[in-house]
Nanobody, 126 residues
């Protein structure tokens, strides 16, 4: 069992930056692949980024590549999403997710993830 709590969302102007955090409780945080997904009204949940168990491998969706960076600090049981050059279309609820067993090739799908946070709202406006 692991509990995930996101924080750091809010209102930001186009072109601005935010850093989201996801704090995990429970044991063996380093055994989990961690990911960020987002969902806006009328759309399905969309993959944003994932980081491997040790933090050595990362993958970002094309829509955010070059602007967002996922990272993790296993000593702090925390995963981050640094978001720069924010666009209006980045507006969504952002969810943190954790999975213990999935292969790296499945990381963009929602189905392998065992645990989800409650979400944090990111709103980008002018």
């Amino acid at each position: 069992q692991v509990q995930l709590v996101e924080s750091g969302g809010g209102l930001v102007q186009i072109g601005g930056s935010l850093r989201l955090s996801c704090a995990a409780s429970g044991r063996s945080f380093g055994d989990y692949v961690m990911a960020w997904f987002r969902q806006s009204p009328g759309k399905t949940r969309e993959f944003v980024a994932a980081v491997s168990r040790s933090g050595g491998n990362i993958y970002h969706a094309d829509s955010v590549k070059g602007r967002f960076t996922i990272s993790r600090d296993n000593a702090k049981n925390t995963v981050y999403l640094q978001m720069n050059s924010l666009k209006f279309e980045d507006t969504a609820v952002y969810y943190c997710a954790a999975d213990r067993t999935t292969s790296w090739s499945r990381i963009t799908s929602t189905s392998p993830y065992d645990y989800w946070g409650q979400g944090t709202q990111v709103t980008v406006s002018s």
